[in-house]
């Protein structure tokens, strides 16, 4: 009755209903475990058993097959790009970077594996190729550049990530500035065990056993 007779707080609850629901379909999309799922079909070993556990493309390279790596990197690439499609020409600017984030989400914690999930760059550059294509070369040859000269998989997905706010911010797209230096900051908190090897020297180097794409 209170709804029936306040249009003004139906009409509100209406939005944030919608909202939820936009940031659900995001996350139920994201959360799809490719990795999981693609090594299963494979028959090859559970990669939540190998490695560092994860279910993003360099764990999926630990297994020994390259292409079920690229094929698990794509698709995680895919979900954050499909999750925002559907938005991009609706009268709300704000509900893309809520399916965006709600792919992002997903990703890191699925619901279906106990919320425990990858580190999230693949789907990242998914949510920015939708969002900011022009940008999302950028953070690729960023990450090409670093990972040549380095051989650091994971330095070259942290820096690539940090300039991706600030080019964003540069180009006047600053509503998806805000969104990726959110994503950018959580990037770097699930990176934080290889920052430490890092700076300790004990990170794995492209080429070598430990280490992989970009789709950790």
């Known amino acids: 009755m209170i709804l029936l007779s306040d249009p003004g707080l139906f009409f509100t609850i209406a939005i944030l209903a919608f909202i939820l629901l936009v940031f659900a ?9 490719f ?8 028959r090859t070993d559970d990669i939540r058993t190998i490695g560092s556990g994860n279910i ?13 790596a690229a094929a698990t990197l794509l ?3 895919l979900k954050g790009t499909l999750a925002v499609l559907p938005f991009l020409l609706s009268n709300a600017p704000y509900l893309p970077h809520v399916a965006g984030l709600g792919a992002f989400i997903g990703h890191l914690f699925p619901v279906w594996l106990k919320f425990k999930g990858g580190k999230g760059v693949a789907t990242y550059l998914g949510v920015l190729l939708a969002l900011s294509w022009p940008v999302a070369i950028v953070f690729c040859l960023i990450w090409l550049a670093v990972a040549a000269l380095s051989r650091y998989s994971s330095l070259a997905a942290l820096l690539a990530s940090a300039a991706t706010p600030i080019a964003l911010w540069s180009s006047g ?4 500035s805000l969104l990726f230096l959110l994503l950018t900051v959580i990037i770097w908190l699930r990176h934080r065990e290889n920052i430490a090897r890092l700076m300790s020297g004990a990170e794995g180097k492209i080429g070598s056993k430990a280490s992989a794409p970009p789709g950790a």
């Open 25 to 33: 379909f995001g996350y139920l999309l994201g959360s799809i475990p």
């Open 35 to 42: 990795g999981v799922i693609l090594t299963r079909i494979a």
């Open 56 to 68: 993003g493309a360099t764990n999926v390279l630990r297994t020994g097959h390259k292409w079920l």
């Open 75 to 77: 698709a995680d690439v």
């Open 173 to 176: 797209e600053q509503g998806d």
